[in-house]
C-alpha cells in the first residue's frame, strides 16, 4: 500500500498551520499510512505536535544543528533521502514549502505539482493557473513518486486526538555549507496568525499612511482578527510584506474576511476567494470587490471603521 | 562575472485570460504577451549589479517558440548585454527547463543566476530552486534585497514571518520577489540599440537536453464563481447582516 511523507514545517518551537493542512490532503489520497518529517533542532516539542494530529501514523524526526533553520539547500538531501520508499511527498505551499520541494523534486529526478488544491484521484489533481482565473486537471504517473506543494487555503486543518509512533531517524545526506543563515526579523505582535485566522480585516492603499492603518489594527483587535493588505499597501510601505494577501503573498481562507479601502485587483482576489464571509468597504461603487463581496458597504472608511469599531465595542 | 537572467513570454499582467469552452486551455489568440514581471525584476537586478561594476555581462535567456524573440529583444533594450533563445515549441514543464538553464549556465561560465520566483501564467514557482539543485549550488528565492562582496551574496527573502537574511557562496541562484527593485522603463533609443545586440539561437537538442514531461494536463476550467452579494446601507445594517450569517458574535 502507497504511503505519503509530509514535511512539516515550523518555527524552530511550534508545528506549523500548513503541516495540520497537509495531513487532510494527505488523507484523500487513498493511501495507507500518513508520516511527518521534523527537521529541526530541537525538535521534541514540534514531533510531539505533529503526533497528536488525527490520522498520522508515524513521525520521523531528523534533529540536528544543521537543521535549526529551514535552509533549502541543508534540507533537500535529507527529505530526498527519507523520501525513499514513498509514493506521495508533500508539504505546505507557503514560503517554506515553496522553498523546499522543487529543491527535493530536482534531486529525485522528478516534477512536482505546485498548489495541488484537490484531489481527483490517486494520481488527478487539480490545482490553479493565472492567480486562480483557470484551473487545471493534471494526471501523474502512476509509477513516480508525486512531489506536491498543498494550497493550504483548500484544506482544513486536521484535528488533534493521534498518537503517532515518534521514531528518531538520521541520514547520511552529504550537507552543503554554501548557504548560511544570518537573521530573520520578524515583527512582533500578539495579533493572531494571517494563514489560521478565522477573522481577518485587510486594509488597501485607500487608508493612505502607515499611521491610518492604525484604524485597521483597533477594529482587528476588538474582534480577535489578524490583519492583512493589498500589494499596494505593502509596496507603499504601510505595512511589511508578510501582511500581504493575494497571488503573490498569503493565500488564506478565513470565516470572515473585511477589505477596507481595497479596490480588488484580480492579483488581491486569488488570495481571498476561499473565505466564508467577504465584506468589502470602499467607498468607490465600482472597485470590483464588490464582485466578490457578499456583503458590500460603500462609503468613506474613515468614518465607517471607527463607527464600526465602536459599535463591536461591547 | 557573468550573469544569467531567465525571462518568459507570458500573457500580459493586465490581461483577464479566459477559459476556451470546450476545456482545452486558456483562449491566447490575439492576447498581448510580455516578459514575465518577475522576470523583469530579476534583470533590472542583473543590469543594477553590472552597473555597479560587479559584473561583466548580463545574458537574458528564454526558452520557447521564435516569439520569445519579442520578449529577448525587449530584454536587450531594458540593457541586457545578449540574449540566447533555446528554441523549443512544446510546452516546457519546470524541470526541463531548469535541465536546459543549467546547460547554458555551464556552456557560458555563469557566476550567478536571476530567475522570477514564479511566471505568472503556470504560477509553478519551480524552475530556480530546480536549477539550484541541479547545479549543486545555493538558492536564495523571494529575494528582496541583493548584496554582493567578493563572491559571497547577502540576501534578505520575503518569508511567511517576515523578512530572513541568508549569505550565500557564489555561483548561486536568485529568484526576485516583487519587492526587490522597479524595474527601468524602455527608451526608443534603446529599442533601436537592441536591434544591433546579440540574439543566438539555439536548441534543447544542441544542449543535449530531451524533454521529458511528467505531467498530462486532462482538463482546463473556470474556478467557481462566487455568488453576488449584498448591499447595506450602514453600519448597523452590516453587524446585523454578520450577525445572522454567524461569523460575528
Same mark, same amino acid.
Given at each position: 500500500?502507497?504511503?505519503?511523507?509530509i514535511?512539516a514545517?515550523?518555527?524552530?518551537?511550534?508545528l506549523?498551520?500548513?503541516?495540520?493542512?497537509?495531513v487532510?490532503?494527505?488523507?484523500?489520497?487513498?493511501?495507507?499510512e500518513i508520516h511527518i518529517a521534523v527537521?529541526?533542532?530541537?525538535?521534541?516539542?514540534?514531533a510531539a505536535e505533529a503526533a497528536a494530529l488525527a490520522g498520522v501514523a508515524k513521525v520521523l524526526v531528523?534533529?540536528?544543528?544543521?537543521?535549526?533553520?529551514?535552509?533549502?539547500?541543508?534540507?533537500?538531501?535529507?527529505?530526498?533521502?527519507?523520501?525513499?520508499?514513498?509514493?506521495?511527498?508533500?508539504?505546505?505551499?507557503?514560503?517554506?514549502?515553496? %522553498?523546499?520541494?522543487?529543491?527535493?523534486?530536482?534531486?529525485?529526478?522528478?516534477?512536482?505539482?505546485? %498548489?495541488?488544491?484537490?484531489?481527483?484521484?490517486?494520481?488527478?489533481?487539480?490545482?490553479?493557473?493565472?492567480?486562480?482565473?483557470?484551473?487545471?486537471?493534471?494526471?501523474?504517473?502512476?509509477?513516480?513518486?508525486?512531489?506536491?506543494?498543498?494550497?493550504?487555503?483548500?484544506?482544513?486543518?486536521a484535528?488533534n486526538g493521534g498518537s503517532a509512533l515518534i521514531e528518531?531517524?538520521?541520514?547520511?545526506?552529504?550537507?552543503?555549507?554554501?548557504?548560511?543563515?544570518?537573521?530573520?526579523?520578524?515583527?512582533?505582535?500578539?495579533?493572531?496568525?494571517?494563514?489560521?485566522?478565522?477573522?481577518?480585516?485587510?486594509?488597501?492603499?485607500?487608508?493612505?499612511?502607515?499611521?491610518?492603518?492604525?484604524?485597521?489594527?483597533?477594529? $482587528? $483587535?476588538?474582534?480577535?482578527?489578524?490583519?492583512?493588505?493589498?500589494?499596494?499597501?505593502?509596496?507603499?510601505?504601510?505595512?511589511?510584506?508578510?501582511?500581504?494577501?493575494?497571488?503573490?503573498?498569503?493565500?488564506?481562507?478565513?470565516?470572515?474576511?473585511? $477589505?477596507?479601502?481595497?479596490?480588488?485587483?484580480?492579483?488581491?482576489?486569488?488570495?481571498?476567494?476561499?473565505?466564508?464571509?467577504?465584506?468589502?468597504?470602499?467607498?468607490? $461603487?465600482?472597485?470590483?470587490?464588490?464582485?466578490?463581496?457578499?456583503?458590500?458597504?460603500?462609503?468613506?472608511?474613515?468614518?465607517?471603521?471607527?463607527?464600526?469599531?465602536?459599535?463591536?465595542?461591547? | 562575472?557573468?550573469?544569467?537572467?531567465?525571462?518568459?513570454?507570458?500573457?500580459?499582467?493586465?490581461?483577464?485570460?479566459?477559459?476556451?469552452?470546450?476545456?482545452?486551455?486558456?483562449?491566447?489568440?490575439?492576447?498581448?504577451?510580455?516578459?514575465?514581471?518577475?522576470?523583469?525584476? !530579476?534583470?533590472?537586478?542583473?543590469?543594477?549589479?553590472?552597473?555597479?561594476?560587479?559584473?561583466?555581462?548580463?545574458?537574458?535567456?528564454?526558452?520557447?517558440?521564435?516569439?520569445?524573440?519579442?520578449?529577448?529583444?525587449?530584454?536587450?533594450?531594458?540593457?541586457?548585454?545578449?540574449?540566447?533563445?533555446?528554441?523549443?515549441?512544446?510546452?516546457?514543464?519546470?524541470?526541463?527547463?531548469?535541465?536546459?538553464?543549467? !546547460?547554458?549556465?555551464?556552456?557560458?561560465?555563469?557566476?550567478?543566476?536571476? /530567475?522570477?520566483?514564479?511566471?505568472?501564467?503556470?504560477?509553478?514557482?519551480?524552475?530556480?530552486?530546480? /536549477?539550484?539543485?541541479?547545479?549543486?549550488?545555493?538558492?536564495?528565492?523571494?529575494?528582496?534585497?541583493?548584496?554582493?562582496?567578493?563572491?559571497?551574496?547577502?540576501?534578505?527573502?520575503?518569508?511567511?514571518?517576515?523578512?530572513?537574511?541568508?549569505?550565500?557562496?557564489?555561483?548561486?541562484?536568485?529568484?526576485?520577489?516583487?519587492?526587490?527593485?522597479?524595474?527601468?522603463?524602455?527608451? /526608443?533609443?534603446?529599442?533601436?540599440?537592441?536591434?544591433?545586440?546579440?540574439?543566438?539561437?539555439?536548441?534543447?537538442?544542441?544542449?543535449?537536453?530531451?524533454? !521529458?514531461?511528467?505531467?498530462?494536463?486532462?482538463?482546463?476550467?473556470?474556478?467557481?464563481?462566487? !455568488?453576488?452579494?449584498?448591499?447595506?446601507?450602514?453600519?448597523?445594517?452590516?453587524?446585523?447582516?454578520?450577525?445572522?450569517?454567524?461569523? /460575528?458574535?
Amino acid at each position: 500500500m502507497s504511503r505519503v511523507l509530509i514535511i512539516a514545517d515550523h518555527d524552530g518551537a511550534h508545528l506549523g498551520g500548513g503541516a495540520t493542512r497537509c495531513v487532510t490532503a494527505a488523507g484523500k489520497f487513498g493511501a495507507a499510512e500518513i508520516h511527518i518529517a521534523v527537521l529541526a533542532s530541537p525538535a521534541a516539542a514540534i514531533a510531539a505536535e505533529a503526533a497528536a494530529l488525527a490520522g498520522v501514523a508515524k513521525v520521523l524526526v531528523v534533529e540536528r544543528a544543521e537543521n535549526a533553520h529551514p535552509l533549502a539547500a541543508v534540507l533537500a538531501p535529507q527529505v530526498a533521502k527519507l523520501a525513499a520508499g514513498y509514493e506521495y511527498l508533500i508539504g505546505p505551499s507557503n514560503t517554506f514549502g515553496k %522553498d523546499l520541494l522543487p529543491r527535493v523534486a530536482a534531486l529525485l529526478g522528478v516534477g512536482q505539482v505546485s %498548489d495541488l488544491m484537490s484531489v481527483e484521484g490517486p494520481h488527478t489533481f487539480k490545482r490553479p493557473i493565472y492567480a486562480g482565473n483557470a484551473i487545471i486537471t493534471v494526471e501523474s504517473p502512476a509509477d513516480t513518486i508525486l512531489v506536491a506543494t498543498i494550497r493550504t487555503a483548500s484544506f482544513p486543518a486536521a484535528a488533534n486526538g493521534g498518537s503517532a509512533l515518534i521514531e528518531a531517524v538520521s541520514t547520511d545526506a552529504a550537507l552543503p555549507t554554501h548557504t548560511r543563515f544570518v537573521s530573520l526579523s520578524a515583527a512582533k505582535n500578539d495579533r493572531p496568525d494571517l494563514q489560521s485566522a478565522a477573522r481577518v480585516v485587510s486594509g488597501g492603499r485607500a487608508l493612505g499612511s502607515a499611521d491610518n492603518f492604525k484604524l485597521i489594527y483597533t477594529l $482587528a $483587535a476588538r474582534i480577535g482578527a489578524a490583519v492583512g493588505a493589498s500589494r499596494a499597501a505593502v509596496d507603499a510601505g504601510y505595512v511589511p510584506s508578510d501582511m500581504q494577501v493575494g497571488q503573490t503573498g498569503k493565500i488564506i481562507a478565513p470565516a470572515l474576511y473585511m $477589505a477596507i479601502g481595497i479596490s480588488g485587483a484580480i492579483q488581491h482576489l486569488t488570495g481571498i476567494k476561499d473565505a466564508r464571509t467577504i465584506v468589502a468597504i470602499n467607498k468607490d $461603487a465600482e472597485a470590483p470587490i464588490f464582485e466578490v463581496a457578499d456583503v458590500g458597504l460603500i462609503g468613506d472608511l474613515f468614518k465607517i471603521v471607527p463607527e464600526l469599531t465602536a459599535a463591536l465595542g461591547g | 562575472m557573468k550573469i544569467l537572467v531567465g525571462v518568459k513570454r507570458v500573457v500580459d499582467y493586465n490581461v483577464r485570460v479566459r477559459v476556451k469552452p470546450d476545456g482545452s486551455g486558456v483562449a491566447l489568440d490575439g492576447v498581448k504577451m510580455s516578459i514575465n514581471p518577475f522576470d523583469e525584476i !530579476a534583470l533590472e537586478e542583473a543590469l543594477r549589479i553590472r552597473e555597479h561594476g560587479q559584473a561583466t555581462e548580463v545574458v537574458a535567456v528564454a526558452i520557447g517558440p521564435d516569439e520569445v524573440q519579442t520578449q529577448l529583444r525587449s530584454a536587450l533594450a531594458m540593457g541586457a548585454d545578449r540574449a540566447i533563445l533555446v528554441k523549443c515549441e512544446a510546452a516546457v514543464e519546470p524541470r526541463d527547463v531548469a535541465r536546459a538553464l543549467l !546547460a547554458v549556465i555551464k556552456q557560458e561560465g555563469i557566476g550567478l543566476a536571476i /530567475l522570477g520566483k514564479q511566471a505568472i501564467d503556470d504560477d509553478a514557482g519551480q524552475t530556480g530552486q530546480m /536549477l539550484a539543485a541541479l547545479w549543486q549550488r545555493p538558492q536564495v528565492s523571494f529575494a528582496s534585497k541583493v548584496e554582493l562582496k567578493d563572491s559571497v551574496a547577502t540576501v534578505t527573502r520575503e518569508v511567511d514571518s517576515g523578512l530572513e537574511t541568508l549569505e550565500v557562496d557564489l555561483p548561486a541562484v536568485i529568484t526576485s520577489d516583487l519587492r526587490l527593485n522597479e524595474p527601468r522603463y524602455i527608451k /526608443l533609443p534603446d529599442i533601436m540599440k537592441a536591434k544591433k545586440k546579440p540574439l543566438a539561437v539555439t536548441d534543447m537538442a544542441a544542449l543535449g537536453v530531451s524533454l !521529458a514531461p511528467q505531467f498530462k494536463v486532462l482538463k482546463t476550467e473556470a474556478p467557481p464563481q462566487r !455568488a453576488r452579494g449584498i448591499m447595506v446601507k450602514d453600519v448597523a445594517e452590516l453587524i446585523a447582516e454578520l450577525k445572522k450569517r454567524g461569523v /460575528l458574535s
